[in-house]
């Protein structure tokens, strides 16, 4: 092979080296945590026990976090109508970040029974980076309003973050904060391995550049 085109697999495959690296990169972590919730409600206080599973989506300058529960919490004496009941929840943000954030979602869409754990939905809400960093996301409050009423609902085992997300601020702050998770999809924040994925393939690639201009430099001398 001539050293032309030796020099120019060198770049390419240097270039798909940086890629692979980029794509491999986790940019976040998620667990399904048990969350032991102490309900107040109307006609005394109740106990339940809910995985609770929390999801970041890139959606614009920030990420759309979704809070969903996989069981039921309270209940009511009464049959629940549809559309009676309306649920809302805060989560607290830790690592990079503090805080709480507020989700909400839909009225109930079926008629609850009485005496049937409440199944809550999906409850969404904005989150926008006010720092670069590790940001965790774990279950706090639930809020239940019902036939003019409102249940609330608090965490009692200090459960862990069901979210971490690498996040970039718009103004480019940092933070020293940090924090631990499991991997998941669809979202896209850079995070430190992306940077060093970005590193390598640059090193990569100027190395390729270098070996092609020493060859050139060769070519020319031996032209001479």
């Keep these: 092979m001539s050293y032309p085109k030796r020099t120019a697999a060198l770049a390419s495959a240097a270039a798909l080296a940086g890629s692979a690296v980029l794509l491999a990169a986790p940019a976040a972590h998620a667990d399904v945590v048990d969350v032991n919730y102490r309900c107040q409600t109307p006609i005394g206080v ?3 026990v809910s995985p609770i ?47 709480t954030l507020a989700v909400s979602g839909p009225a109930n869409a079926a008629a ?23 940001v965790t996301f774990t279950a706090a409050t639930l809020t239940i309003k019902a036939l003019g009423t409102t249940t609330t609902c608090a965490p009692t085992n200090s459960p862990k973050p069901s979210l971490t997300l690498d996040v970039t601020a718009a103004g480019g702050s940092s933070s020293g904060g940090g924090s631990s998770g499991g991997q998941l999809p669809q979202t896209g924040p850079a995070d430190s391995a992306v940077a060093l994925g970005t590193l390598g393939g640059t090193v ?12 050139r430099r060769g070519q020319t001398a031996a032209r001479r």
């Design 53 to 99: 599973d929390v999801k970041g989506v890139r959606s614009g300058g920030g990420y759309k976090i979704t809070m969903s529960w996989q069981k039921g919490v309270s209940s009511s004496p009464v049959e629940l109508g549809k559309g009676a009941m309306t649920p809302s929840a805060t989560i607290r943000l830790g690592g990079a970040d503090s805080g």
């Design 46 to 48: 109740k106990s339940a």
């Design 112 to 134: 609850i029974p009485a005496n049937t754990p409440i199944k809550i939905s999906d409850l969404s809400g904005t989150y926008t980076p006010r720092k670069t960093g590790k």
């Design 204 to 215: 990569l690639l100027a190395g390729a550049a270098g070996a092609l201009w020493l060859t």
